[in-house]
């Protein structure tokens, strides 16, 4: 990016950035959690889970469903489950959803 691009354009690559970053990283999590597996599989372990546990989800993440995380979610014994009004897979501080993240990340927090 050149000292001279313009506001618009650094914020455009930007986004480009940031956009093939959530693809790196949702391609990723689909190896461990999707259709690409690969062979690992925690479901099994999640009941073992003895400590306060809050899980969110977007609701329209596109990387992995929000009744994946809601059923993985249902396996941990006294969990929190919260639906975000998101597409994105990792909330980024631009998304509105995201003061709603750090909101119920604070009240979990606070007990």
Same mark, same amino acid.
């Given at each position: 990016m050149s000292s001279s691009a313009t506001r618009d354009e650094r914020r455009r690559d930007r986004r480009s950035l940031l956009g093939a970053i959530?693809?790196? @990283?949702?391609?990723?999590?689909? $190896?461990?959690?999707?259709?690409?597996?690969?062979?690992?599989?925690?479901?099994?372990?999640?009941? $073992?889970?003895v400590v306060p546990t809050l899980v969110t989800h977007s609701?329209?993440?596109?990387?992995?469903?929000? $009744? /994946?995380? @809601?059923?993985m979610?249902?396996?941990?014994?006294? /969990?929190?489950f919260v639906t975000l009004p998101s597409n994105k897979h990792v909330l980024l501080d631009s998304e509105p959803a995201h003061a709603r993240l750090l909101g119920e990340i604070q009240a979990f927090l606070a007990g």
């Open positions: 959530e693809h790196d @990283r949702a391609v990723g999590a689909r $190896k461990v959690f999707g259709t690409d597996r690969a062979g690992v599989d925690v479901r099994d372990l999640l009941p $073992k889970v609701r329209g993440d596109a990387v992995a469903c929000c $009744k /994946m995380g @809601r059923e979610a249902a396996e941990v014994p006294g /969990m929190r």
